[in-house]
């Protein structure tokens, strides 16, 4: 069996030879449109308090080399090179883009995968951009994984929290040896009680970061799921869910949505298995999904969920979906077609925007806009 991936990047790899050719892709809906093309890597994206949709990329990658450094991701994936080509891009309703940010540390794998900037999120105002591209096992010793805060208007940024080096003093109870990121493959953030809440798949767990540059670990993932590789949190009046990418080869249906809460009304409690003290419990869960990249309530106050590829086997271009769970539990196909999507979405205008081509190679990513039903 091949090596587990970390996260939705080995979709880069498989695909990057026919992406943008193979007329043999499914057709999207009808209810997909696209907004602007030829993006680098787009995965994280959220609407400013401008209006305005800021989004994420993962760059171009980078050519400089840490072997002998410190210590490498383990082939076929490891080592990777670095560079500073990752960036946040302001795009209007017209399609118009502009950058707010550039410089970002970006890294490519031995298998062709790009990581950079991971997510974006606004809070207080602020916007604030979680990288997945640094660390010196990504080829960028001098700048690593982190949370950072953006100034749009004069496009400068400044760490706020070093995310490689808490991981690495707070290790999680259950690390896959054969898939494990010294520097971590940080994927996705919300604002929740005026701190910023982290998810990193490849190690398994969910940081709670505060503006003042405060790190706490409020759920070890793998202690009680095992390497189920989480990729997607997202919240509405205080409920948290969080979403998993699970194991390549996929397995359709078997991706999960978990509900994280502190307290329960009833628990009995089990010696030995006890939750550790304010830490996130899981709740409930949900099966019936496939490779969650993304998940976000919309304005009827339902989850939506994107899926990066609904076919069994490795990732496939065409097979990527948005999902919708109705008020019965049943799960709803909104939007089909898309092609290895990262991240997703709710506007101002009440549509869905979607990164599309998001692991695919750098210039081939998309923003597209979705009628939901």
């Known amino acids: 069996m091949m090596n587990i991936r970390k996260v939705v990047l080995l979709s880069g790899a498989l695909l990057a ?6 007329p043999g892709f499914a057709q999207t809906s009808s209810n997909v449109h696209v907004l602007i093309s030829g993006l680098q890597g787009p995965r994280g994206l959220r609407f400013g308090p401008d209006g305005f949709l800021y989004v994420a990329e993962a760059g171009t990658g980078g050519k400089t080399s840490t072997v002998g450094t410190c210590t490498q991701v383990v082939p076929p994936v490891g080592p990777y090179k670095g560079g500073t080509s990752g960036r946040i891009s302001r795009v209007d309703m017209s399609g118009n883009r502009i950058t707010v940010a550039f410089g970002l540390p970006s890294s490519v794998d031995a298998m062709g995968d790009l990581q950079g900037v991971a997510d974006v999120e606004f809070l207080s105002g602020t916007l604030y951009a979680l990288l997945a591209g640094g660390g010196c096992s990504h080829g960028n010793a ?3 994984n982190a949370l950072i805060s953006v100034n749009p208007k004069n496009a400068t940024w400044k760490m706020v929290a070093n995310l490689s080096q808490f991981i690495q003093a707070h290790p999680t109870k259950y690390e896959n040896a054969d898939d494990f990121e010294p520097d971590g493959t940080f994927y996705s953030m919300i604002p929740y009680n005026n701190r910023l809440y982290v998810v990193e798949p490849n190690h398994g767990q969910v940081l709670s970061v505060g503006t003042d540059g405060v790190i706490g670990s409020v759920l070890d993932v ?16 205080g409920a948290i869910v969080l979403g998993n990418l699970n194991q390549f080869p996929i397995e359709p249906n078997y991706a999960r949505i978990l509900s994280l809460g502190y307290s329960e009304c009833s628990r009995i409690r089990i010696p030995g298995l006890e939750d550790a003290p304010n830490s996130l419990n899981v709740l409930s869960s949900k099966a019936g999904f496939t490779t969650i990249v993304s998940v976000a309530f919309g304005p009827d106050g339902l989850l939506y969920v994107l899926e990066l590829s609904d076919a069994a086997g490795f990732p496939t271009g065409g097979a990527g979906k948005v999902v919708r769970v109705n008020a019965d539990g049943s799960i709803q196909d909104i939007a089909t077609g898309l092609t290895v999507p990262t991240g997703m ?5 009440g549509k869905i925007y979607v990164s599309n081509f998001g692991a695919a190679p750098a210039g081939a990513g998309q923003i597209v806009w979705i009628d939901a039903p």
């Open 17 to 22: 030879a026919g992406i943008t050719s193979n």
């Open 142 to 144: 001098t700048m690593p």
């Open 222 to 237: 793998s202690a009680s799921q095992g390497h189920i590789v989480p990729t997607a949190i997202g919240q509405r009046n």
């Open 345 to 349: 979405t709710f506007g101002p205008d």
